[in-house]
């Protein structure tokens, strides 16, 4: 059964520093992997999904790697602001390939 | 248009009531799913429907019904639950191509409180 781990639970930095937050699966058998983050109360926004074959991706502010073979993934948040404030999820995507994995996800608070 | 509707927002019902959620999407997509969240937890797959046909069960109660009427709309029907069904019930759907998914977009959920 497919496992997905965040570390660390939550974090809470300053405005304008860069972060790394990490994401790492058990089974390496995944077809890709997708960043999420979610506002308290509210539904899930999608952020970067990487392919199998790709090894990063970028959106903006946001850089998300994916080392399949080690079964890591990290979201790299480029100075952070308040509204970066949210929890952030990783998912997975097994089973074939329609079946999401998430993981137990960072709560990130970005502090004036 | 990338959007996801979810109806009710909020729901509140007795463990005898019968209560149906309702998500819409019109981006064309031919998977919509079913997920259960749990304070502080990340979601649950419920159900998984490819191309209206469900396909995917995470061995569910019954008294939790899925149905996918066509390619837009995505019911689930609720029945005899109990107070710990209580929780944010989130619908998403995504493109079904080569067999694989791709990105799943998420609506805003509904909030559910079983008494």
Redesign the interface.
Known sequence: KQEVTQIPAALSVPEGENLVLNCSFTDSAIYNLQWFRQDPGKGLTSLLLIQSSQREQTSGRLNASLDKSSGRSTLYIAASQPGDSATYLCAVYTGGGNKLTFGTGTQLKVEL | DTE?T?TPKHLVMGMTNKKSLKCEQHMGHR?M?WYKQKAKK????MF?Y?YEKL??NESVPSRFSPECPNSSLLNLHLHALQPEDSA?Y?C?S?Q?NM???????????T?LTVL
């Open positions: 996801v979810q998977a799913y990340p979601p649950e797959l998984v490819s396909s995917i944010l989130l998403a995504s079904v067999g694989l998914t791709d990105t799943q977009y998420f609506g805003p959920g909030r």
